[in-house]
């Protein structure tokens, strides 16, 4: 058999080869092509595998000028060597000890790829004295790595770290899987002991100045010692005026990709101009404190020093302590600008009318605050500013427990490449995540970039707000669905910060707890509740915002004995509030609490609205509505010694609470 081209064929008569198969003859149509070859493409400019592989990856940043006096003549650029020497020189001053008073001998890129042409690098000069093995060897510095980047690092090096089969990276937080609030220490100096809230119901404990140093020097000590650390340089705060300039040191991929999704990530051109951070966190969490150390009480330690604008993480690798931490810091700071930080959620309708959603665990913010019919402008963590309202974060940090595509679609298809997962259990073959399964934690997490919620409005920011909602789930079923409050009311049950869980005893008997936090966020909080609450009515008062307390809970008797208020009904209270229509509703005053609330609302059974109509049990209604005002009263103890304001404020507040003679 001949060939069409002319330039191989079988031959009619079959001449023998390697064990009797037929030979193939090439024949070539002109006299000098006599060999077979494949020219569909020309080879490779490469004389190595390691310039093939230099070849795979284009350099992606830019050679732009710098912006400033400092700019060179006749606009010369600077070269991407010298950029890269300048954020390393700061990167060194960060690591720098305090003791040795330089930073360490640093350098750009992975050690483990060492056939990569070296990168810029920087040299410290010692002062005089004894030299250490710290000093004789360089960091290499992995700095704003990409996630794919990240992934690479976390899979080769990090145990425990896999891709999923939505594509999201699963990794392990060690033998931490929550925050510990009873190890977070803030110093107390000169400024902050007339400034932040100290005693008392306050999440502040105090250390010392010089107990911090130790702890840095011990987190920056083992940062230097290792060959490589993780090096973020980004911000918080989508209002260009207000926003702040953070620099996290980490030894984790997981931690440096936790916080690439959670805090706003810089251009390229912002990236270059950054220049010294406003906030640096050390987060050595893979190394223990020193128990020996004053004010420590195990082996893990996050300290806050306000003054010197760090914070240093011990022996927790818990990534929710960065993001809570750097939270801290904006309740500290933005005050001093006058402008509210606010532990809320907040979204925006497509006529410009912005609502703030408050609320503890299990009160429904994520769910009510995610409206498809709504944009949404953050989930967690706001700043109420004289431009309005804007996230401080750049992601999302959702609970993964029980999660489903039915309950919370957008959570759901948010888990993917890019997004980082905590302590979630996976099959091991197809990598499917079983959200249901806490054999590691209940406190499963993902961390997103806020960008992967379809509605989220970019950047996150909006006008002034029109409505604050305070949730509460009512475990114990006498406080209304829906209430309009005055201003004073709004910053009693702001203060106050109330929910009801339910717990179980030992026998079975379950029965509802009262929980305050105050400004649904007590561990947060860096002033006195009392501050807040003033700039929240000043800003509501001054914008006319309204407030509102939504009772998400029980109704017809506590629980046990009635029932969950329908989310359908909630909804139609909130789109009522959305729409102002609740507005112009009439309204009724119930007793004890003193609270206005609506005698109809579409959507809506009047007969719920009023409580007292649903027990069947008038007496044990009465019974339970004191109960729970004694508790709001026994709380708020807590809070009648500080001044606000004007003398008669707190006597303002006070009154606003319930009434039980």
């Not at 060939?3 to 079988?10: A, I, P, T, V």
């Not at 999440?203 to 011990?218: G, Q, T």
């Not at 179980?504 to 561990?523: L, Y």
Request: some cysteine; hydrophobic content about 35%.
């Amino acid at each position: 058999m001949s060939s069409d081209n002319g330039e191989f064929s079988f031959p009619r008569t079959p001449t023998k080869g390697r064990n009797g198969l037929p030979k193939i003859q090439t024949h070539g149509k002109k006299q000098e092509d006599q060999i077979c070859h494949d020219d569909s493409a020309p080879p490779v400019k490469a004389q190595t595998i390691d310039e093939l592989h230099s070849l795979q990856r284009k350099r992606s940043v830019p050679n732009t000028p710098i912006k400033g006096e400092t700019q060179p003549a006749f606009n010369a650029v600077v070269s991407e060597e010298e950029r890269q020497k300048q954020q390393l020189q700061s990167i060194s001053a960060s690591l720098a000890s305090l003791t040795r008073e330089t930073g360490p001998k640093v350098v750009r890129g992975d050690p483990d790829r060492k056939s990569e042409t070296p990168r810029a690098h920087v040299t410290t000069h010692h002062v005089a004295g004894p030299t250490s093995d710290s000093s004789l060897k360089f960091t290499h510095i992995l700095y704003n790595l990409s996630p794919g980047e990240l992934y690479e690092q976390a899979i080769k090096y990090e145990k425990g770290s896999f891709i999923t089969s939505s594509g999201a990276l699963a990794t392990l937080s060690g033998a931490k899987t929550g925050r510990s609030p009873r190890d977070k220490r803030v110093v107390r100096d000169e400024t902050t002991e007339d400034e932040l809230w100290w005693g008392k119901g306050s999440p502040n404990i105090e250390m010392d100045e010089h107990s911090f140093l130790v702890n840095r020097e011990r987190a920056v000590d083992y940062l230097c010692s290792l060959d490589k650390v993780y090096v973020n340089d980004q911000f918080l705060n989508w209002d260009p005026v207000h926003r702040i300039k953070v620099r996290i040191v980490s030894a984790r991929a997981y931690h440096s990709l936790f916080m690439h999704n959670m805090c706003i990530r810089p251009t390229t051109e912002e990236l270059e101009d950054f220049g010294t951070p406003d906030f640096t966190i050390y987060n050595a969490g893979m190394f223990p404190c020193n128990r020996y150390t004053h004010y420590m009480t195990s082996s893990t330690s996050i300290d806050l020093n306000l003054g010197r604008r760090e914070m240093v993480i011990l022996g927790t690798q818990y990534a929710g302590e960065m993001k809570k931490g750097l939270f801290g810091v904006m309740h500290y700071l933005m005050p001093k600008r006058q402008i509210l930080s606010l532990h809320s959620g907040c979204n925006m309708g497509k006529d410009g009318d912005v609502a703030l959603f408050f609320g503890l665990s299990g009160t429904g913010k994520t769910t009510l605050s995610t409206d498809h019919n709504r944009y949404l402008i953050g989930d967690d963590e706001h700043c109420w500013s004289e431009n309005g309202v804007s996230n401080i974060e750049g992601g999302c940090y959702a609970k993964c427990i029980d999660l489903s595509k039915d309950k919370e679609p957008d959570i759901f298809n948010a888990i993917k490449f890019g997004t980082v997962m905590e302590n979630v259990v996976f099959d091991e073959h197809t990598r499917e995540v079983d959200y249901s399964d806490k054999s590691v934690t209940e406190n499963t997490r993902a961390a997103y970039p806020i960008e992967y919620i379809p509605n989220a409005k970019i950047p996150c920011v909006g006008p002034h707000p029109k409505n604050v909602i305070l949730l509460a789930c009512d475990a114990f079923g006498v406080l209304p669905p829906v209430s309009k409050l005055s201003l004073a009311q709004t910053m009693y049950h702001f203060i106050s910060g109330y929910t009801a869980l339910v717990a179980g005893t030992e026998d079975g008997i379950k029965e509802p707890q009262a929980t305050f936090s105050a400004c649904f966020g007590a561990a947060f909080i860096m002033l006195h509740p009392t501050k807040y609450a003033a700039m929240l009515a000043e800003k509501m008062k001054k914008h006319g915002a309204t407030g509102w307390l939504v009772n998400t809970g029980w109704s017809g008797g506590s629980y046990g004995s009635g029932k969950r208020i329908k989310l359908a009904y909630t909804r139609k209270i909130i789109d009522a509030i959305h729409s102002g229509k609740l507005l112009e509703a009439n309204y009724t005053k119930t007793e004890i609490f003193g609270l206005e609330i609506p005698t109809e609302i579409e959507g809506v059974p009047s007969e719920i609205l009023d409580p007292a109509n649903t027990w069947p049990d008038k007496a044990g209604h009465r019974e339970t509505l004191v109960k729970l005002g004694g508790l709001f009263k026994n709380n708020f103890e807590g809070f009648l010694n500080y001044k606000i304001g004007s003398d008669n404020v707190t006597e303002e507040i006070l009154a606003a609470g319930p009434n039980l003679e």
